[in-house]
């Protein structure tokens, strides 16, 4: 039993680690339904992480905070990108701006950026700095997301995966907010998504692709 | 006792590469439904190849003759560097991963050289292409080495098994984790496994290394495939005995003796399965794409060293 | 229990409205609705008058700055509502675009506008500004054309990161709070914060971190220069009692939230830094936008344009501190959202009547459309900053706030700035009142009472702020001041 809590600890301990390598493995990712995939797996080991500090310090609202993580984050929203994804029956291709070798040295370089990013910060406030330091990468990596992929949907996990790092600040700071604020924001992020794929869908309706690089019409 | 066991490592290595070699390509084929050759039939052809004759081109000069013995005796002698049984290896206190990485260098770059020297258009072909992957992958290669060693405080192979295997498997870090990622895209360009390079295919347009062997028979084939088969099986032993040492014998009672060929037959069966089902399962990259693929090994072996600071 | 009032209205109304299918019907609940809900304002403001803060549970609260907004979003309301009478004669009828949609949508809008002016919260703060960007993405694609569905996705991420950023400050802001010992389960209370505000000095690093992250968030709802990309397509997709809306409420609702967080920070590390943020965004949207409204070839775009200047104005304002320059800041946001309504309801019944908002193709619109072209000269010398209309006031107050203060190069740059504007308006509009009349495509469409009651009412607004600021008035925009100290 002891060797399986040290287990179970020490992945906790370098649950950063594991959000670093699911980081690089979006960047070098070809198909969309792999990053879908991969912001799944983010946000079970943010849940992991939760439900490690409601088990330690033995708390309700914890618990419900990770259910919330689990049922919207790591189910809900995935299975609503894939439905999407199946009734578009576009191709699955990412449509990258940046080759694999690029996407990834732009995504190391910006796991070590987020490290310098934090290092005032973590030893004034005494917090725990890998995962401040993951909780930026993510929303750098999310921006670059954004950025550097041409479909609509990319852009789509992109701001999941930067709100996803929003949620690992929070979590680093290891103060939750109080619970009803934290159900809003999952509703709130919910409808996003929800909306987002509808106009997704009308993107493909009105303009028969869905490469938002192609979308220049409004300009000036 | 030290000497005996380091000897027994390096013949037995060197003894059961076309074992493993024959392992992978029988589980290849079980895996794309064919029956597939026998698990031996690597020595029946290096047997059939060795009673043949060496046929040589007339403009081809003492390169093309000596390339093949060159390589073969680097590749093995790099075999004595890689703790398999017992974390120190033959020449553990004199040899590094430095050497290991050169003497690798040195057999691909006179199989090189014999390929130019063949004479055939293949042969500048394979050599052009091997010298691009092998170029691109040293770096990330002594990067990700480097970077485990800097964890260990020592450069010879031996130590850097003997600190992790003292150490336990849960003072991994993330170094270890972007090492060894490395250290896979790495293995698959170094050893000339698809996606990077097909080893049973001859077509032009897909072929590095089997262009370079194009030219050669008999015992100079024969010793090249076989210096291939023990390459492949070096990087494989070095992958488990860098991230996964624990079971090899760190003390002489019989126990750890015997449980260390298990173990180690154990951690090779698994790589052999894996390569196996990489093989099958991903199709082969396009020559211009390698050097992105290769990209992405550096860059995961810079971040292995970068990380080396930031997180213990 | 007058606030829950004030959310219970326009939610109900969104739901029963969808189910009316009768256009008819749909207009009548909404135009009751619409008097329901102002009058359920006009009695939280009395109350607020009478009682000081109106608070209702733990999340909803209202004070003399949330009756100043609450007073702008009823004005305005009326007039879309009044407005929209007329204009729903016109929209092309399809399964998402009829009336009832367009009333819902926008009833489910003003909830959460209203919901945003009510929390006491940051937290529910971010939700429901993020909520505004959800209600009204749908209506910014309302019609359904590659311009609008362009136009509402731009929205929708662009605001949609710009809130996500700002979550990231509201989030730093409470761990600057927890760390300084206030109690976390409330240390997002906007008023717990304000009294706790001068013991944050100890982590004022921290405090500026989140305000940067704010300003760039919320900044980015209010069009601020380096994040407005959003804001030209949105307004001129959108339908015109929309993007009424959009330009008259939704970014003072913006600036309301930028606003709170304002005063915490000042009254935790001094006003100098997250005034000088404001004064750098401020003075950036203010030249960017003036330069590219001269070379605008829409009218919806150069109106939006428009905006992200007056924005501006409000930013250097604030960021200028002190009473004469907030009080025109203030003050200005009202102006704004009147001047910037007339405008978007001429360039309604131009659309109407032209089929099309080019500048180029309109010509001799003073001999065509007399009422629609009085509209738009007074609109547009109101949007100028000329007298004797009330922007004129407002800038002027932060004109002489600026000159006061020493801050010449502001002062001068907002010189400049209104100079441009101005030249550029002059072109435009001369452009299209005068000129050898084109050809209508359409038979021209009558101008109902509606019509003349929503461009007279503003016009009246205007000239009276202008001339002379009423007492009650004036009242209201003190209340709001004193919050803000």
Same mark, same amino acid.
């Given at each position: 039993m002891g060797l399986i809590e040290l287990a179970a600890a020490k992945a906790l301990a370098s649950s950063a680690v594991f959000l670093f390598i699911t980081l690089l493995m979006m960047a070098s990712a070809k198909r969309i339904s792999t990053c879908i995939v991969l912001f799944s797996i983010q946000s079970a080991i943010m849940a992991a992480e939760i439900l490690a500090i409601a088990y330690a310090s033995k708390s309700i609202e914890a618990y419900a905070v990770a259910s919330l993580v689990i049922t919207v984050k790591v189910i809900a929203i995935p299975w609503l990108l894939f439905r999407i994804i199946k009734s578009l029956k576009a191709s699955q291709d990412v449509a990258a701006s940046t080759t694999g070798a690029q996407s990834v040295f732009i995504m190391a370089g910006l796991i070590l950026l987020s490290f310098f990013a934090v290092a005032p910060y973590a030893k004034t406030l005494r917090l725990d700095e890998d995962l401040l330091a993951a909780a930026i990468a993510l929303l750098l990596a999310g921006a670059f997301l954004m950025i550097s992929r041409k479909k609509a949907l990319m852009q789509v996990i992109g701001l999941l995966v930067l709100e996803n790092g929003i949620f690992v600040a929070v979590l680093a700071t290891t103060y939750s907010m109080p619970l009803v604020i934290e159900i809003g924001i999952f509703f709130d992020l919910l409808m996003g998504v929800f909306l987002m794929g509808l106009f997704v869908f009308r993107i493909r309706d009105t303009f028969e692709h869905l490469d938002v690089s192609k979308l220049r019409r409004l300009r000036g | 006792m030290n000497l005996a066991i380091n000897l027994i490592q390096a013949l037995l290595l060197i003894a059961i590469a076309p074992l493993v070699s024959g392992v992978i390509a029988r589980m290849k084929a079980r895996i794309q439904n064919r029956h597939g050759a026998s698990l031996w039939r690597p020595y029946a052809d290096l047997l059939k190849l060795f009673r043949k004759q060496d046929l040589i081109p007339n403009t081809a000069s003492v390169l093309f003759r000596f390339a093949p013995t060159i390589l073969f005796a680097a590749t093995a002698a790099a075999a004595a560097f890689v703790p398999m049984l017992h974390p120190a290896a033959l020449f553990g206190v004199s040899g590094d991963i430095i050497l290991l990485v050169y003497l690798l260098a040195i057999g691909r770059f006179f199989l090189m050289l014999g390929a130019m020297d063949g004479g055939s258009s293949f042969g500048g072909l394979g050599a052009s292409r091997e010298a691009l992957v092998s170029a691109l992958a040293e770096a990330p290669l002594l990067l990700a080495l480097i970077s485990v060693a800097i964890l260990s405080h020592t450069v010879s192979l031996s130590g850097i098994v003997l600190t992790t295997v003292q150490q336990g498997p849960l003072h991994l870090s993330a170094v270890y984790a972007f090492a060894l990622g490395a250290l896979v895209l790495i293995a698959i360009a170094e050893t000339g496994r698809i996606p990077v390079d097909n080893p049973s295919t001859h077509l032009e347009l897909t072929m590095i290394h089997e262009a370079m062997v194009l030219e050669y028979s008999g015992p100079s084939l024969a010793l090249i495939e076989w210096a291939s088969a023990i390459k492949l099986t070096l990087i494989m032993a070095m992958l488990a005995g860098i991230f996964a040492p624990w079971g090899m014998a760190t003390s002489a009672s019989i126990a750890a003796l015997l449980l260390a060929p298990l173990a180690l037959i154990f951690k090779l069966t698994v790589l052999a399965v894996s390569i196996a089902v990489i093989e099958s399962s991903i199709a082969k990259l396009r020559i211009y794409l390698i050097p992105d693929f290769l990209g992405m090994a550096s860059a995961l072996a810079i971040l292995a060293v970068a990380f080396t600071a930031l997180m213990r | 229990m007058s606030l829950v009032l004030l959310l219970l209205v326009p939610f109900l109304t969104a739901l029963i409205v969808l189910t009316c299918k009768q256009s008819r019907r749909?207009?009548?609940?909404?135009?009751?609705?619409?008097?329901?809900?102002?009058?359920?304002?006009?009695?939280?403001?009395?109350?607020?008058?009478?009682?000081?803060?109106?608070?209702? *549970?733990?999340?909803?609260?209202?004070?003399?700055?949330?009756?100043?907004? &609450?007073?702008?979003?009823?004005?305005?309301?009326?007039?879309?509502?009044?407005?929209?009478?007329?204009?729903?004669?016109?929209?092309?009828?399809?399964?998402?675009?009829?009336?009832?949609?367009?009333?819902?949508?926008?009833?489910?809008?003003?909830?959460?506008?209203?919901?945003?002016?009510?929390?006491?919260?940051? *937290?529910?703060?971010?939700?429901?500004?993020?909520?505004?960007?959800?209600?009204?993405?749908?209506?910014?694609?309302?019609?359904?054309?590659?311009?609008?569905?362009?136009?509402?996705?731009?929205?929708?991420?662009?605001?949609?990161?710009?809130?996500?950023?700002?979550?990231?400050? @509201?989030?730093?802001?409470?761990?600057?709070?927890?760390?300084?010992?206030?109690?976390?389960?409330?240390?997002?209370?906007?008023?717990?914060?304000?009294?706790?505000?001068?013991?944050?000095?100890?982590?004022?690093?921290?405090?500026?971190?989140?305000?940067?992250?704010?300003?760039?968030?919320?900044?980015?709802?209010?069009?601020?220069?380096?994040?407005?990309?959003?804001?030209?397509?949105?307004?001129?997709?959108?339908?015109?009692?929309? #993007?009424?809306?959009? #330009?008259?409420?939704?970014?003072?609702?913006?600036?309301?939230?930028?606003?709170?967080?304002?005063?915490?920070?000042?009254?935790?590390?001094?006003?100098?830094?997250?005034?000088?943020?404001?004064?750098?965004?401020?003075?950036?949207?203010?030249?960017?936008?003036?330069?590219?409204?001269?070379?605008?070839?829409?009218?919806?775009?150069? &109106?939006?344009?428009?905006?992200?200047?007056?924005?501006?104005?409000?930013?250097?304002?604030?960021?200028?501190?002190?009473?004469?320059?907030?009080? *025109?800041?203030?003050?200005?946001?009202?102006?704004?959202?009147?001047?910037?309504? &007339?405008?978007?309801?001429?360039?309604?019944?131009?659309?109407?009547?032209?089929?099309?908002?080019?500048?180029?193709?309109?010509?001799?619109?003073?001999?065509?459309?007399?009422? @629609?072209?009085?509209?738009?000269?007074?609109?547009?010398?109101?949007?100028?900053?000329?007298?004797?209309?009330?922007?004129?006031? #407002?800038?002027?107050?932060?004109?002489?706030a600026a000159f006061g203060t020493s801050r010449y190069f502001i002062a001068i740059l907002l010189m400049l700035a209104i100079s441009v504007v101005f030249g550029a308006l002059l072109h435009h509009v001369q452009r299209m009142l005068a000129g050898k009349p084109v050809d209508l495509p359409v038979a021209k469409p009558k101008l109902l009472p509606t019509d003349f009651a929503v461009m007279g009412v503003c016009a009246v607004f205007l000239i009276v702020l202008g001339v002379h600021i009423p007492g009650a008035f004036a009242n209201i925009l003190q209340s709001a001041l004193v919050v803000l100290k």
């Open positions: - | - | 749909a207009v009548a609940v909404a135009i009751s609705a619409g008097a329901l809900e102002i009058a359920a304002i006009a009695n939280a403001m009395w109350r607020i008058r009478s009682v000081g803060v109106l608070q209702f *549970g733990r999340y909803l609260r209202a004070d003399g700055l949330t009756a100043f907004f &609450l007073l702008n979003i009823g004005v305005i309301l009326a007039l879309v509502l009044v407005y929209s009478v007329g204009y729903l004669r016109h929209i092309p009828l399809g399964r998402f675009s009829s009336p009832r949609w367009f009333y819902s949508l926008t009833f489910l809008f003003v909830f959460t506008m209203i919901a945003v002016y009510l929390s006491a919260n940051l *937290g529910m703060l971010w939700i429901c500004v993020e909520s505004t960007t959800l209600a009204s993405a749908l209506l910014v694609g309302f019609y359904n054309t590659k311009g609008a569905v362009e136009a509402g996705w731009k929205y929708l991420v662009v605001c949609t990161v710009g809130i996500a950023f700002a979550l990231f400050g @509201t989030i730093a802001l409470y761990l600057a709070a927890v760390k300084s010992g206030v109690d976390p389960a409330s240390a997002l209370d906007w008023a717990v914060l304000m009294n706790a505000a001068p013991s944050l000095t100890a982590t004022s690093n921290l405090i500026k971190l989140s305000f940067v992250f704010i300003a760039v968030g919320y900044g980015t709802k209010i069009g601020f220069v380096p994040m407005h990309s959003w804001l030209p397509d949105a307004h001129a997709e959108a339908p015109t009692p929309i #993007s009424a809306m959009l #330009s008259a409420v939704l970014l003072n609702c913006a600036l309301y939230a930028l606003l709170r967080f304002d005063t915490i920070t000042s009254h935790a590390i001094g006003s100098g830094f997250s005034h000088s943020l404001l004064l750098i965004f401020g003075c950036l949207s203010v030249a960017v936008a003036a330069l590219l409204m001269v070379v605008q070839r829409d009218l919806k775009r150069l &109106l939006a344009y428009s905006s992200i200047e007056h924005m501006g104005i409000v930013a250097i304002g604030v960021g200028l501190g002190g009473p004469l320059a907030l009080f *025109g800041a203030l003050l200005h946001t009202f102006n704004h959202s009147v001047a910037k309504s &007339l405008m978007f309801f001429t360039a309604g019944y131009v659309r109407e009547n032209f089929s099309t908002l080019r500048m180029r193709r309109i010509h001799g619109m003073a001999r065509l459309l007399p009422w @629609t072209s009085a509209g738009m000269v007074v609109g547009g010398i109101a949007i100028a900053g000329l007298p004797p209309f009330g922007l004129f006031i #407002s800038e002027f107050m932060i004109l002489t």
